[in-house]
């Protein structure tokens, strides 16, 4: 990790008007990145650990050094090239072009293994990115959080009637992004019973806020969860515990979930903890990582098998997506049916696939400022701008009144073809009339519409079964390079483990300037363009129908 490189000062994003590089666009960057690392943020700070077990935002400390110099000495029509956390060249290209590409994790498809990957990390050849992390655009909890409240709530419609009031949903995870499930749950007015294995994470989660209280022990979260239930309340509950002797303790003992899900880190099998005291199982971690894999392996059997356990017995179940299904499968578990098809479903093809056919996903934006009332200007300006929407005036009202800001404050919005671009020239506006006092990073999750491939996921159960094309993901990085994006990033192995995804990243900075807008307008266009294509050319009518009203031009349906 070069330790003899990490700043002497803890890094965190600089906020204000005062510019370190030469551009805006090149200070985004680095105020982006530095907010990664943000002890607030980040998982395990002294490694570069943003979130999802081993997503880091630059490969070690001696490359994170030599990123921050080369944006501050970036010029204005020049682009810096970082490979897996390292900065690896500087080419001269036009001031309207990505000032950074990013490529993180990309393996030959034949040598794409975990373990391969894990020889060339050790080499110090490559490193994991995830998905925001080292693509510099995660906003803590708060990236997945409505798109989580939107699944839930589509859940909630489908099975309970538009509520989740009086219902339990049973849940495991509370690392970097995994507070989004009990904050959701209570935003839907749930019951939200969710085990983590590290004491300090539940606790802090509770610190934060996206966890309510903390049950003493099971039977302590039993009494809770039957109290709230009767009562109706949106409320959740942290659990110290591993959801592997949990949720079988949980059957055992008669107890029925309305809901059951999970948000562990299972990608990769070193991030999973297995059954048994924390404190051995991380020494067994670090002296034997093998035996280590063997034993988390073994618990995700028995927490998949307990979920569809609970299945059985009546709660609609969901995988969220970090893919506890398909390693559950490596360890002989049967997950699927007859038919091929995964036992409970994933939340994608189960709730939030018609979101993707009208070009929406977690649309997100920061301020560089790092002025809480700039967000909140926006999300004035996000209500006015859509006056129809009540779902979206339901989430603002509820994420004003129970999302943090944990670093640069930001905000997340599911936001469609046509919305986005709409939005975003919203911003450049507020900005270019000094209503925010800063410029604004708008970005995105991978997690969207047209900029993921990964079977196990986004693209699980596609209707004409290209769920494994990767085509896609490639093809929205060529085009948000091609409509001015400012940083754009190509990834493997997000949310789900190397060698089952590929996808690709885009930000642009709403600097208020004309030619700002024509970008914004060209990108925000462009690129959830690319999941209207994508489904519509999967045979999703729903894509069809929007492509046609909203004037995407797809060859093929042109008359």
């Known amino acids: 990790?070069?330790?003899?490189?990490?700043?002497?000062?803890?890094?965190?994003?600089?906020?204000?008007?005062?510019?370190?590089?030469?551009?805006?666009?090149?200070?985004?960057?680095?105020?982006?990145?530095?907010?990664?690392?943000?002890?607030?943020?980040?998982?395990?700070?002294?490694?570069?650990?943003?979130?999802?077990?081993?997503?880091?935002?630059?490969?070690?400390?001696?490359?994170?050094?030599?990123?921050v110099k080369s944006l501050k000495e970036l010029e204005a029509d020049e682009t810096l090239l970082v490979q897996s956390g390292k900065a690896v060249g500087v080419l001269r290209t036009?001031?309207?072009?990505?000032?950074?590409?990013?490529?993180?994790?990309?393996?030959?498809?034949?040598?794409?293994?975990?373990?391969?990957?894990?020889?060339?990390?050790?080499?110090?050849?490559?490193?994991?990115?995830?998905?925001?992390?080292?693509?510099?655009?995660?906003?803590?909890t708060q990236g997945i959080l409505q798109g989580t409240y939107e699944t839930l709530a589509a859940v909630a419609d489908k099975h309970f009637g538009g509520t989740l009031a009086g219902t339990v949903t049973v849940t495991a995870g509370l690392g970097g992004m995994s507070g989004a499930q009990p904050l959701a749950v209570s935003m839907n007015d749930g019951v939200c019973l969710v085990i983590e294995p590290i004491d300090a994470r539940v606790k802090q989660k509770v610190r934060e806020g996206y966890v309510d209280e903390q049950a003493r022990d099971l039977d302590h979260a039993l009494e809770l969860m039957q109290q709230y239930k009767q009562e109706r309340k949106g409320w959740s509950i942290g659990l110290t515990g591993n959801a592997a002797t949990v949720l079988p303790e949980l059957l055992a003992r008669g107890f029925k979930a309305d809901v059951v899900t999970d948000q562990t880190s299972a990608h990769d099998l070193m991030d999973y903890l297995p059954e048994g005291d924390v404190d051995q199982v991380l020494e067994l971690r670090k002296d034997n990582p093998e035996e280590f894999k063997r034993q988390a392996l073994a618990s995700i059997v028995k927490h998949c098998q307990a979920i569809i356990d609970m299945q059985a017995g009546g709660a609609v179940?969901?995988?969220?997506?970090?893919?506890?299904?398909?390693?559950?499968?490596?360890?002989?578990?049967?997950?699927?049916?007859?038919?091929?098809?995964?036992?409970?479903?994933?939340?994608?093809?189960?709730?939030?696939?018609?979101?993707?056919?009208?070009?929406?996903?977690?649309?997100?934006?920061?301020?560089?400022?790092?002025?809480?009332?700039?967000?909140?200007?926006?999300?004035?300006?996000?209500?006015?701008?859509?006056?129809?929407?009540?779902?979206?005036?339901?989430?603002?009202?509820?994420?004003?009144?129970?999302?943090?800001?944990?670093?640069?404050p930001a905000r997340v919005c599911w936001l469609g073809y046509g919305e986005r671009e709409k939005f975003g020239l919203v911003i450049n506006d507020l900005v270019a009339?000094?209503?925010?006092?800063?410029?604004?990073?708008?970005?995105?999750?991978?997690?969207?519409?047209?900029?993921?491939?990964?079977?196990?996921?986004?693209?699980?159960?596609?209707?004409?079964?290209?769920?494994?094309?990767?085509?896609?993901?490639?093809?929205?990085?060529?085009?948000?390079?091609?409509?001015?994006?400012?940083?754009?990033?190509?990834?493997?192995?997000?949310?789900?483990?190397?060698?089952?995804?590929?996808?690709?990243?885009?930000?642009?900075?709403?600097?208020?300037?004309?030619?700002?807008?024509?970008?914004?307008r060209r990108v925000l266009t462009t690129d959830p363009g690319m999941g209207v294509f994508r489904h519509a050319d999967a045979g999703y009518e729903l894509a069809q129908q929007v492509a046609e009203e909203r004037g995407a031009k797809i060859p093929g349906q042109l008359v």
Request: proline residues 5%; contains cysteine; charged residues 20%.
């Open 1 to 67: 990790m070069y330790y003899e490189y990490k700043p002497t000062e803890t890094v965190k994003a600089q906020h204000g008007n005062v510019l370190r590089c030469k551009t805006w666009e090149a200070e985004a960057a680095l105020r982006m990145l530095e907010n990664n690392l943000d002890p607030a943020v980040s998982l395990v700070y002294d490694e570069l650990i943003v979130y999802g077990g081993a997503g880091r935002a630059a490969r070690n400390w001696k490359e994170f050094q030599t990123i």
């Open 94 to 140: 036009w001031a309207h072009a990505p000032r950074v590409l990013i490529a993180n994790s990309n393996i030959v498809p034949a040598w794409s293994t975990q373990e391969y990957f894990d020889e060339l990390d050790r080499l110090g050849l490559m490193m994991y990115g995830q998905m925001t992390a080292g693509s510099w655009i995660y906003i803590a």
């Open 317 to 408: 179940a969901l995988d969220y997506g970090n893919n506890l299904r398909g390693q559950a499968e490596k360890g002989g578990l049967r997950v699927r049916d007859e038919n091929g098809q995964f036992l409970y479903p994933g939340f994608v093809p189960g709730y939030i696939r018609p979101l993707f056919c009208e070009g929406k996903g977690p649309f997100r934006w920061a301020a560089l400022s790092g002025d809480p009332q700039d967000i909140l200007r926006i999300d004035r300006a996000l209500l006015e701008t859509f006056p129809d929407n009540k779902m979206l005036a339901r989430w603002i009202e509820k994420a004003q009144a129970k999302v943090p800001f944990i670093g640069l």
């Open 433 to 520: 009339r000094g209503e925010v006092s800063a410029p604004i990073v708008i970005g995105r999750d991978h997690l969207d519409c047209g900029s993921v491939a990964s079977p196990n996921r986004e693209t699980e159960g596609m209707k004409d079964g290209s769920d494994a094309v990767a085509d896609w993901p490639l093809l929205n990085a060529l085009a948000n390079c091609a409509s001015g994006a400012d940083w754009v990033s190509l990834h493997n192995g997000g949310g789900v483990g190397i060698g089952n995804s590929t996808h690709s990243g885009m930000v642009i900075v709403a600097t208020g300037t004309p030619e700002k807008a024509e970008r914004l």
